[in-house]
């Protein structure tokens, strides 16, 4: 079953306008991870966030985790064409095994 | 080696037969995952290895799954007669251990025919 859920499902945007994904789950977690997939094959690895912490940047992406809703969001400013992939969360539950279970992904658009 | 490693890249294969797909992780790497992805869609988990134990394989979708992992390192996934469901990019990742980055392979693309 999928802890995390994504939205919106797509997202079509212009260069250099900013990007905004969700990610919702359902059971407390330990930390909340946001990846990359291009053509898809391989994940990337973007950002962890831990459940203490509340928002964390690194470079043009912004990622802010509300324990009380439990959701998360991930902002990309600046958009660029390189950008297009489909982006996914990953929660890693509080207790128990450390499986990373993963949304269905929003895919983000960015035309020139 | 550099990254996480699966072979073969594409599988093509007459329904019915058994195929085996492997994964090298990083180089100490304690944990490993597998998971699915059909077109299209989002990540199916499938089992989660640490060391050689796999204390979650909750996610097998039936017993023509099976999957190992030895001396801590390489994985080898099984499907055994194999149906056109079963077709789609089995994708292998690594990580230092819990609550950590997982490091993914470019997967592998069955295809049953």
């Known amino acids: 079953s999928q802890q995390g859920e994504e939205d919106p499902q797509a997202l079509s945007i212009q260069e250099g306008e900013n990007a905004t994904m969700n990610c919702s789950y359902k059971?407390?977690?330990?930390?909340l991870q946001w990846y990359r997939q291009n053509s898809g094959r391989g994940l990337v690895h973007l950002i962890l966030?831990?459940?203490?912490?509340r928002e964390k940047h690194s470079g043009r992406l912004r990622v802010t985790l509300d324990t009380s809703k439990k959701s998360s969001s991930l902002l990309i400013t600046a958009s660029r064409a390189a950008d297009t992939a489909s982006y996914f969360c990953a929660t890693e539950l509080l207790t128990g095994y450390s499986t990373l279970t993963f949304g269905k992904g929003t895919m983000l658009l960015v035309s020139p | 080696g550099a990254g996480v490693s699966q072979s073969p890249s594409n599988k093509v294969t007459e329904k019915g037969k058994d195929v085996e797909l492997r994964c090298d992780p990083i180089?100490?790497?304690?944990?490993l995952y597998w998971y699915r992805q059909s077109l299209g869609q989002g990540l199916e988990f499938l089992i989660y290895?640490?060391?050689?134990?796999?204390?979650?394989k909750s996610g097998l979708p039936s017993d023509r799954f099976s999957a190992e992992r030895t001396g801590g390192s390489v994985s080898t996934l099984t499907i055994q007669r194999t149906q056109q469901e079963d077709s789609a990019v089995y994708l292998c990742?690594?990580?230092?251990?819990?609550?950590?980055?997982?490091?993914f392979g470019q997967g592998t693309r069955l295809t049953v025919v």
């Open positions: 059971t407390s977690i330990n930390n």
């Open positions: 290895f640490q060391g050689n134990s796999a204390p979650d």
């Open positions: 966030i831990r459940s203490n912490e």
């Open positions: 990742a690594s990580s230092l251990g819990s609550r950590t980055e997982a490091f």
């Open positions: 180089s100490g790497h304690t944990a």
